[in-house]
C-alpha cells in the first residue's frame, strides 16, 4: 500500500507561484518510476470535476518524462529529485483555485491507484 502525501498549497496572488510537493510515506518515489509507475497530478475546483494537470514518469536511466493538460503548459513545471515529486506553479490565474491532488498509476494498470489527500490552492484576483 502506497500512501502519498501533498503540501505547499496556500493563498497567492494572481501572477504568483507556488511549489506543491508529492512525498511517498517511507519510500522514494524515483523507485516507483524505474518500475515503470506513472505519477500524475489532478486538480479539482469547487463545483467542478477533477482534472488531469500533469504526469511524470521515468524509465530509463532515471530520465523523467513529463505532460501537461493544455490550459497548465507554459505555466506549469513537474520535476523531482528523486525522493518527491514537485509541480511548479507559476503565473498563477483565479482560475488555478482548486485542491491539487497527486496520484500514482501502476504498471498495466488502467487506472491511478493511489491518491494524496490533497493540497488547497487559492489564487486571489
Known amino acids: 500500500q502506497v500512501q502519498l502525501a501533498e503540501s505547499g498549497g496556500g493563498l497567492v496572488q494572481a501572477g504568483g507561484s507556488l511549489r506543491l510537493s508529492c512525498a511517498a510515506s517511507g519510500r522514494t518515489l524515483g523507485n516507483y518510476f524505474i518500475a515503470g509507475y506513472i505519477l500524475a497530478w489532478f486538480r479539482q475546483a469547487p463545483g467542478k470535476e477533477r482534472e488531469f494537470v500533469g504526469s511524470i514518469s521515468g524509465r530509463v536511466s532515471r530520465i523523467y518524462y513529463a505532460d501537461y493538460a493544455d490550459s497548465v503548459k507554459g505555466r506549469f513545471t513537474i520535476s523531482s529529485d528523486n525522493a518527491k515529486v514537485f509541480l511548479q506553479l507559476n503565473s498563477l490565474k483565479p482560475e488555478d483555485t482548486a485542491v491539487y491532488y497527486c496520484?500514482?498509476?501502476?504498471?498495466?494498470?488502467?487506472?491511478?491507484?493511489?491518491w494524496g489527500q490533497g493540497t488547497p490552492v487559492t489564487v486571489s484576483s
Open positions: 496520484a500514482l498509476q501502476g504498471p498495466g494498470s488502467a487506472q491511478f491507484d493511489y
